[in-house]
């Protein structure tokens, strides 16, 4: 059994709508059958660029060494600006941390299996009940942006495409699941 949801979704001021903040936050329960990686009492995330960073696992493996978060957490505390950048594995954008806290873990892809570790936490799970979990934390923080007014850009130009470019590759991603 895999679970990874969101509690306490949000924007970084409390208020129930923020049409400035581009960013949602939350705390995050993920659990492995009776292993947990992440908890409420670890802290507040950023789970949009929590969600793009589960939804490139998908497609790819999450490493220290090869990340799919560009220098970032898989749960990052901050990840306040989308900066866009040449492709590189098929991602759009940049997401820079705002500080150096979070949570990483391992995610690897073994044989229709996903591996996943962090210190002395170690489970898998199949493909399917990866993507499952993915897609059902992702559809959690579409749900709050879905309730809020519109996000408007901030009038710079190179913040304006590189949030485009994070939506472009959310749905992009999403698009290609096959559940």
């Avoid at 995610?107 to 996943?116: D, S």
């Avoid at 898998?124 to 749900?143: K, M």
């Avoid at 709050?144 to 190179?158: V, W």
């Amino acid at each position: 059994m895999i679970e990874i949801i969101v509690q306490d979704l949000g924007w970084v001021t409390g208020e129930e709508d923020v049409i400035w903040d581009q960013c949602a936050h939350g705390t995050v329960v993920f659990r492995v059958n009776e292993t947990t990686f992440v908890e409420p009492e670890d802290g507040n995330w950023t789970v949009s660029a929590t969600g793009l960073y589960l939804l490139r696992t998908l497609s790819f493996d999450h490493t220290l060494e090869n990340s799919v978060a560009e220098g970032s957490f898989l749960f990052p505390c901050c990840a306040f600006n989308a900066w866009p950048i040449e492709d590189n594995k098929e991602f759009k954008v940049l997401l820079c941390s705002g500080c150096s806290q979070g949570i990483d873990i391992a995610v690897r892809h073994v044989a229709g299996k996903v591996h996943l570790e962090a210190e002395d936490k170690v489970e898998q799970v199949t493909e399917t009940e990866w993507r499952q979990a993915v897609l059902a934390f992702v559809r959690q923080v579409e749900g709050l942006y879905a309730s809020c007014t519109p996000k408007i850009y901030i009038d710079d130009e190179f913040d304006r495409k590189g949030w485009q470019a994070f939506w472009q590759e959310w749905r992009e991603r999403i698009d290609k699941i096959n559940l």
